[in-house]
């Protein structure tokens, strides 16, 4: 309740001494107003519940919500039944003294549902066993069995109980319920035989004929159809759509069951039942003398049977009336009206004794097995009907206010005298209230000799209401009754002022309905009945009981006052229902109903007397605690006593003296607008202190995170780190394994293969293979190769000539025609001159050109003269003159057969090649050389001795073209040849540091050969050859490689 005390504004307050104008009942209707629209429908009033019936179900009775309410505090929680039950339930265990739940209000107001719900709570939250469950299970399956005996359809409430109802809990000292007793009271017998319109009778019957096997119903003589038994139709409304008998039924015979019924009990009970219907339709016929006769022989039968009684005792006893007068006992005949009033009255006392019976039996059957055995505790359910004020008010109207008349008087006293306990307690000064004491009233009606009760029970059975002159008399006289009261009652009415409103009875029925009068003779024939439950509802001994038996309204008071008895040995706690509409609809708050209700519930004077004084009061503790946070010197710890710290606390507050009171153990508030203040105030304080905890809260929360983030972060590095020295580990270990083997390895590397040498050995293959991979040549000039280890020699040897076949391979696949010519001359070349001649080495670099004259150089009479010869050569040489030496200038032409001397454009000689014998030069580095012709012909001249700046290259073309390659001689110091006519010249060589040619005294040519080397002129190679990636240094290198080892290959390609 603390919690909500902030939303008193939009749902009102949930305590209705909070309310600031507390007198004003449109306030307290405002209020209940406010909280049903918004589905509350539980209200305090100090610790009284009021309830609205919502007329819709509400999430609010789940088994989540039980357990909310168990075992809190009272106002911790929003108001509900359940607190109330709880409440109770703890005040029984802890303080051992019974308890009770005052339930009342108006019919379908939702007192009975409320027992049923209180009822529910205790067998959901109470300690259970094997033994507690069966008590449980048979106190809730006891309600079905007495709604269907006692409850019917009214216009009010379709469920509507027709009986008052008190049940006791027993609660064992574990506080386990092991027992329960009911009291019943004033069942509406008449209901049996006669229903208003738009009611019916008892559920059961209906029920019964509903639901009712076949041959259930053949056996009781019974047909489906309702509209058969004029009891079941007075009412015109023999089915609801909103009542499904059929199902009900089978819940009603299963709770049978649960509660101990056998069969034979179903059965008794059922023919009862069905007896009811029979005799509701025993009709009767006047003889001639007026007596009334029976004329439906076939009912008889059935009620015979059914009953267990002679057929025709029982017919002869319906239109009979017995009278003992004088020890002598007068039979007389009755008339029509007189036998259907005593066939009524029959069954009106044959239902409403069975019904007493089955309370009877259950209440064996809930019955506690072991009193004594263990102490119990009581806790009192009291679901009774509220006061009732209609148009025409009878003798049930006038119970019913009777009994409540008593039940405010109680709830008045043990209110006032709790509050009055609880200041006295407290030590605060008690000052006392004024409020209505219905005493008065109370007394009127229940006063020996003087009451009405009384005045009843002395007037004549016979009497009518005309001879009520008595209470007339009586009640003109009161002192509550003036002048006006008088004059506006009617002849057969009387007014009771009860302490909800002004009641006006009417006498008329009042008597018949008092003495509830059933014949002697029917009841002799009860008496005999073989029906076990007929025979225990009728004793014998009200046969033979001179005394005359207590009418209706004693047997009420008694029973009353045995009820307040057992009240007021308890502690009670009060729910008091409110119907909020007549419509049974749900969310319809009718205003002038609700007013009706409060006012004659007596609420308002309930909300007077609790407010008489304080409007709050709470432990010191509870107080302070809840508004500690207020006060620095409270907040956060009060060291000291509580009391001293809501000293402190309300002084901070500033209260003011007449605000509030301090008791022993509680503080006692006397405004609600000073709690308010100080709820409000605290809802300020919640705020900056919501965000403070919410700081430490996410600080706390972060740090947490961070601890946890730190511990993961440590997990992770350990692991990290043992991951990483556990591989650095591995590592080094390996390592110095592998060091290990190398070491022994190498030791042992010159022994054959073997286990220690066997790693050592592969790895320097590997490596050295690998190395070899990394490095090898590039070209067939890289004459690098890395060492190989011993063991590899032979293969590396291997490897080196694939890897240079390979290189030469490639290489050669490259080259073009042109190229490969040339590297023919140069291959033939270097056969004729390499190591022979001492010039041969500078004319390697230099390329062999096709030719060195171009055709324009040479005459065209030279070309004419040719024919069809074709140059494929052509140099300009030196010839040296046969006799004297002498040097001209001429050109040297090769064709495919022939070599010719030109000077000019005069072909000197020509010289085919199958005349040329030989060439002759020498090993020096001159270029002179000698073609030498055959001299038989002719017309040769002899050898020529010629020059050519371009030797070798001149030499190889004419050899090749000539194909006197193996004709070439390289002479050392001279040469020898034919100038003609058998005569020979000579050539001495000889080195120098200056080329000289010229002829010597001795008439032989000398020739001194300057250093080796081309003229400077001729340095650089033509390249009019277009070789696309032929450089100079390629083709040195080439040369010399050709010359070194592939001359062979090449030559093959
Ligand atoms: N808390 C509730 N939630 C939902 N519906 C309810 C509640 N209380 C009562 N009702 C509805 O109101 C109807 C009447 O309730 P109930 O039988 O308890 O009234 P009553 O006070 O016992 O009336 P009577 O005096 O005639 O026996 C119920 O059948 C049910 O439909
Ligand atoms: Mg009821």
Same mark, same amino acid.
């Given at each position: ?5 902030? !939303? ?22 405002? #209020? ?29 009775? &789940? ?50 549902? !409320? ?41 009010? #409430? ?37 229903? #208003? ?153 044959? $239902? ?11 209440? =064996? ?6 009193? +004594? ?12 009907? +509220? ?156 046969? /033979? ?6 009418? !209706? ?8 006052? =045995? ?70 010197? /409270? ?42 203040? /100080? ?68 030791? $042992? ?133 046969? =006799? +004297? ?27 085919? $090649? ?8 020498? &090993? ?17 001249? +002899? ?58 005294? #001795? ?51």
């Amino acid at each position: 309740m603390e919690s909500a005390l902030t !939303a008193r504004d939009r749902v009102g307050v949930q305590d209705f001494v909070l309310l600031e104008n507390f007198t004003s009942e449109a306030a307290f209707i405002e #209020n209940l107003r406010k909280r049903f629209k918004e589905n509350l429908i539980y209200t305090y009033i100090g610790s009284v519940l009021v309830s609205v019936n919502p007329y819709k179900e509400l999430e609010i009775y &789940s088994k989540q919500h039980m357990e909310r309410y168990r075992g809190v505090s009272f106002y911790e929680v929003s108001p509900h039944l359940y607190a109330i039950a709880d409440n109770s339930y703890r005040s029984l265990r802890t303080e051992r003294k019974d308890q009770c739940i005052l339930i009342s209000g108006e019919s379908g107001a939702g007192k009975t549902e !409320a027992t049923k719900k209180i009822l529910q709570y205790y067998a959901v939250t109470c300690p259970a066993s094997d033994q507690v469950e069966m008590v449980k299970d048979r106190l809730l399956q006891s309600n079905p069995v007495l709604e269907a005996f006692g409850n019917a359809k009214t216009l009010r #409430n379709d469920n509507s109980s027709r009986f008052g109802k008190y049940m006791d809990v027993q609660f064992d000292y574990r506080g386990a319920p092991v027992g329960g007793h009911i009291l019943n009271y004033l069942l509406e017998k008449s209901r049996v035989v006669h229903q #208003n319109h738009g009611e019916r009778n008892f559920h059961i019957f209906y029920q019964l004929l509903d639901g009712g096997e076949e041959e259930l119903l053949r056996r009781l003589g019974l047909e489906k159809n309702p509209q058969q038994y004029p009891y079941l139709v007075k009412g015109h409304c023999a089915r609801v759509s909103s009542i499904n008998d059929k199902n009900d039924w089978k819940v009603v015979r299963k709770a049978l069951s649960i509660i101990n019924f056998n069969d034979n009990d179903v059965e008794d009970l059922l023919s009862i039942v069905a007896s009811v219907l029979h005799l509701g339709n025993v009709q009767f016929a006047a003889d001639e003398q007026g007596n009334a006769q029976v004329t439906t022989e076939n009912q008889i039968k059935y009620l015979a049977r059914l009953l267990g009684v002679e057929g025709s005792i029982l017919r002869e006893a319906l239109i009979h009336k017995k009278i003992i007068a004088k020890g002598e006992e007068l039979v007389s005949p009755l008339n029509l009206e007189q036998a259907a009033y005593a066939r009524d009255a029959l069954a009106k006392a044959v $239902y409403g004794r069975t019904f007493s019976w089955l309370v009877n039996k259950i209440n =064996k059957s809930l019955s506690y097995k072991f009193p +004594g055995w263990r102490s119990t505790t009581v806790l009192g359910l009291l679901d009774i009907y +509220g006061f009732e004020v209609f148009q025409h008010n009878s003798f049930e109207q006038f119970c019913i206010n009777y009994c409540n008349e008593k039940l405010q008087q109680l709830f008045i006293e043990l209110t006032l005298k709790s509050e009055q306990e609880e200041y006295e307690s407290e030590g605060i000064a008690w000052e006392p209230v004024q409020y209505f004491d219905n005493k008065i009233i109370c007394d009127l009606v229940e006063e020996k000799f003087k009451g009405i009760i009384s005045i009843l029970v002395r007037a004549l059975p016979k009497a009518n209401s005309v001879s009520l002159q008595s209470l007339d008399f009586f009640l003109h006289r009161h002192k509550l009754a003036d002048q006006k009261t008088r004059k506006s009652l009617g002849r057969e009415e009387f007014r009771l002022l009860h302490y909800a409103g002004e009641v006006t009875y009417s006498v008329s029925g009042f008597l018949d309905k008092n003495n509830d009068l059933l014949f002697r003779n029917l009841k002799e024939t009860m008496c005999n009945s073989e029906n076990p439950i007929v025979n225990q509802c009728f004793e014998r001994t009200e046969l /033979t009981d001179k005394k005359r038996p207590e009418t !209706a309204a004693t047997q009420f008071k008694n029973s009353l006052s =045995k009820l307040m008895e057992i009240l007021m040995s308890k502690e009670p706690s009060y729910i008091r229902c409110i119907k909020p509409n007549d419509s049974k609809q749900a969310g319809k708050f009718v205003e002038v109903l609700i007013r009706h209700q409060v006012k004659y519930l007596g609420l308002m004077e309930n909300l007077r007397v609790r407010r008489a004084g304080f409007a709050y009061r709470r432990k010191y503790e509870v107080f302070l605690q809840r508004y500690k946070s207020l006060c620095p010197e /409270t907040w956060p710890v009060w060291d000291g006593r509580p009391h001293d710290g809501v000293a402190v606390l309300v002084k901070y507050l500033g209260y003011k003296q007449e605000e509030y009171k301090m008791g022993r153990t509680k503080i006692f508030i006397r405004f609600p607008k000073t709690l308010f203040a /100080t709820e409000d105030a605290l809802e300020i304080r919640k705020q900056s202190l919501a965000t403070k905890i919410q700081a430490a809260w996410r600080g706390f929360h972060q740090r947490q995170k961070f601890q946890h983030m730190k511990h993961s972060a440590i997990t992770i590095q350990s692991w990290w780190r043992g991951t990483l020295g556990r591989r650095k580990a591995a590592k080094k270990k390996w390592a110095v394994e592998t060091i290990r083997r190398f070491i022994k390895g190498f030791i $042992y590397r010159n022994y054959p293969r073997c286990a220690e040498n066997e790693y050592f050995l592969d790895y320097i293959r590997y490596s050295f293979l690998m190395s070899l991979k990394r490095n090898l040549p590039r070209n067939v000039l890289d004459k690098s190769w890395p060492t190989p280890p011993p063991s590899l020699c032979e293969a590396s040897q291997l490897l080196r000539q694939l890897c240079m076949q390979n290189m030469v391979w490639r290489y050669c696949k490259r080259i073009n025609p042109e190229w490969k010519q040339q590297l023919d001359q140069k291959v033939i070349a270097s056969e004729i001159f390499k190591d022979k001649k001492d010039n041969y080495p500078q004319s390697v670099p230099r390329l062999f050109l096709d030719t060195r004259l171009v055709h324009e150089d040479i005459n065209a009479k030279v070309l004419q003269a040719l024919g069809s010869e074709t140059i494929k050569y052509a140099v300009p040489v030196i010839k040296y003159d046969r =006799k +004297g030496y002498k040097a001209r200038a001429r050109q040297l032409l090769l064709t495919q057969t022939a070599v010719f001397i030109v000077e000019e454009a005069k072909i000197k000689q020509r010289i085919d $090649y199958a005349n040329l014998t030989g060439i002759s030069v020498s &090993s020096l580095s001159d270029n002179l050389f000698v073609l030498h012709v055959h001299c038989e012909d002719n017309k040769q001249k +002899g050898d020529v001795v010629l020059q050519s700046d371009h030797a070798i290259e001149t030499l190889t073309k004419m050899a090749m073209s000539a194909d006197k390659v193996d004709n070439v001689n390289i002479n050392q110091g001279s040469i020898k040849f034919t100038v003609g006519q058998g005569k020979e010249g000579i050539i001495d060589f000889t080195s120098g540091s200056e080329l000289l040619i010229a002829k010597a005294k #001795n008439g032989h040519l000398t020739v001194v050969s300057g250093p080796s080397g081309f003229p400077p002129h001729l340095c650089s190679p033509s390249s009019h050859l277009q070789a696309q990636d032929c450089s100079v240094s390629c083709v040195t290198a080439l040369s010399s490689w050709i010359q070194n080892s592939y001359i062979t290959f090449i030559g093959s390609i």
